[in-house]
């Protein structure tokens, strides 16, 4: 066991250093949001000062924490921004809590977002405060996509997919061009500053193969769509966004069920339906796909700044916030805004 | 409102502000410290091992095309499978050692009569399966295998006078290994010498008797 004392913690920049990129291929618990493609892009597109950390051992790197400093409203944090997963990658054989000490030497206010699978401890130990922050669905991809269908989606599904089907909605591959009107659309429903459209350019250049965008469309006009991140051995359902008026075609159903099959065929492990709340209706949506909802919980250190990882001010705000769409959706305003709300 | 009286709000305004500032801070700390404490307690402690379980789970499923819930009935019916197929296999063999027998010529001269029956591709399960079927012979007959293993089975006829585990244990005494059975089938292996020699050995001390070589050649 790696103890406390002989962990060095280096500022890397991930996309210039091999052995992030080494570390997090090699990891089981890596996701698309420890790359450094992931990085790059938003030190890119948001210029956040990274704050990326290598933790050695005579060389070695024993984990990797990624993280910026954002602005926080009251100060400002180290985190993972537009993600639901920034929790540090630990090597076998390195306890998590000497991780998580040496993170509390580098004196910034550091905020982890983790998961329950992703198997790290010793935040107790190290006092780090918790906050939750929701769940996240993740439907393990352990059958083939048939016996999923027949016995595992709830009839529910089956029922909105053969509505879309019998409107003549179908699914394809689709670009950021097409989809950013889709999303932009749902920003503005939802009442939500948006990305710009250059961070969603910007991902489907570095990650190439692993970033799909489907699109459902309907007399060949897109009515919905996701943005993918088909990395490593999951699918992350990241960015789904969609026309109201054409709820009642169902394309979600569709583009969750394609983005499943694609699974599948690519003989992935998991889907990852990403982030939502317990009780709400997008929850009740991701669960009809039968899927186990993960906890997730960010983890603050110092704890008495705990407060800056809570999501409960946005859900206040949600309430007023369609109200106001026009100003905080607009280009202008939006993406710049976008950049202190980074849930 | 003089100095004396301002001064005096202010202060307690501050020092309200102070204490509620506090106050929060308090609180914050405690409510997200039990937060930590209890995700640990509740997750994280079972969540490593847990985590651990359901990947080797998810792999044994994929491998079955079956859901993780599916796998208990799944491994029961493949064991159960598996012992059929075991019981299958015995059944061949019982088959095979028939139609070997019927096919070598077993008579012997000599009293009691031995044979040494050597066959290099032989694995212990089939020197088993022939020397069983030789325990209905009126003879001893010394199985060897290629697999260093061996077996000796004496005939019901032959059982009050000579006993397969004491000729077994000639046997390992020359060529090593270890032996264990019944007075009328006897099963060895992990010989380290010629089992060859060990068994022509037995059986010259024994009686003057043949060698069956099954194939590729016979020096009976």
Same mark, same amino acid.
């Given at each position: ?10 500022? #890397? ?101 983790? #998961? ?52 003549? #909605? ?40 692993? #970033? ?132 | 409102?003089?100095?004396? +009286?301002?001064?005096? =709000?202010?202060?307690? =305004?501050?020092? @309200? ?15 997200? =410290? ?25 792999? @044994? ?23 059929? =197929? ?66 000796? @089975? ?52 024994? +009686? ?13």
């Amino acid at each position: 066991m790696t103890e406390t004392s002989t962990l060095t913690v280096r500022s #890397v920049c991930p996309d210039r250093t091999p052995e992030w990129q080494t570390f997090v291929e090699t990891h089981p618990d890596a996701t698309v949001f420890h790359t450094a493609e992931w990085l790059h892009a938003i030190e890119t597109v948001f210029g956040y000062e990274p704050r990326h950390v290598l933790l050695t051992d005579g060389g070695t790197v024993r984990a990797l924490v990624p993280g910026f400093v954002v602005f926080e409203g009251f100060g400002w944090s180290v985190l993972n921004p537009f993600c639901e997963y920034g929790f540090p990658l630990i090597g076998e054989g390195t306890m998590d809590a000497a991780v998580l000490s040496a993170l509390q030497r580098t004196d910034d206010t550091r905020v982890v977002k983790d #998961v329950s699978w992703s198997g790290v401890s010793g935040y107790t130990t190290t006092d780090f405060g918790g906050v939750p922050t929701g769940s996240s669905i993740r439907l393990s991809i352990d059958r083939s996509f048939t016996v999923l269908w027949e016995t595992v989606f709830d009839k529910d599904v089956r029922r909105c997919v053969r509505t879309a089907r019998d409107h003549g #909605v179908s699914v394809t591959d689709g670009t950021v061009d097409e989809f950013y009107p889709l999303y932009l659309e749902t920003m503005r429903r939802l009442g939500s500053p948006q990305f710009p459209e250059r961070f969603f350019a910007s991902l489907a250049d570095a990650f190439r193969e692993s #970033v799909a965008i489907l699109l459902a469309r309907h007399d060949g006009e897109p009515i919905a769509g996701v943005f993918l991140f088909e990395w490593g051995d999951a699918t992350i359902i990241w960015t789904p966004a969609s026309k109201r008026t054409h709820w009642d075609y169902r394309p979600n159903h569709l583009l969750y069920l394609e983005a499943i099959e694609r699974a599948c065929q690519a003989n992935r492990s998991v889907v990852d339906f990403g982030r939502s709340r317990r009780g709400s209706s997008v929850h009740g949506f991701k669960a009809q796909f039968g899927g186990v909802g993960y906890p997730l919980m960010s983890f603050v250190t110092p704890p008495h700044r705990a407060g800056r990882a809570s999501l409960d001010g946005y859900g206040r705000l949600s309430a007023v916030t369609p109200y106001l769409a026009p100003v905080i959706t607009n280009p202008s305003v939006g993406t710049r805004l976008k950049r202190f709300i980074h849930e | 409102m003089n100095n004396t +009286i301002l001064i005096g =709000l202010a202060s307690v =305004l501050a020092l @309200a502000g102070t204490t509620a500032y506090w106050w929060r801070r308090e609180r914050l700390v405690k409510e997200s =410290l039990t937060a930590s404490r209890d995700w640990e307690t509740n997750t994280n402690a079972t969540t490593a091992v847990a985590h651990e379980e359901l990947r080797a789970a998810t792999k @044994a499923a994929k491998r079955l095309d079956a859901r993780v819930t599916d796998l208990p009935e799944r491994v029961i019916a493949l064991d159960e499978e598996r012992r059929g =197929l075991r019981r299958e296999l015995d059944a061949v063999r019982e088959r095979w050692a028939d139609s070997w027998l019927s096919h070598v010529d077993m008579t012997a001269d000599g009293d009691p009569p031995v044979r040494v029956v050597v066959f290099d591709s032989w694995e212990i399960d089939d020197v088993r399966a022939f020397a069983k079927r030789a325990m209905n012979e009126d003879a001893i007959t010394v199985v060897v295998g290629g697999d260093n293993s061996f077996a000796v @089975a004496v005939g019901d006829s032959l059982s009050d006078e000579c006993s397969a585990t004491e000729i077994a244990g000639s046997i390992t005494e020359c060529a090593g290994g270890g032996a264990g059975g019944t007075d009328r089938l006897a099963i060895g292996g992990g010989a380290t010498g010629a089992l060859d020699t060990a068994c022509r050995n037995v059986k010259h001390s024994r +009686i003057q008797s043949a060698t069956v070589y099954p194939n590729p050649e016979n020096d009976a």
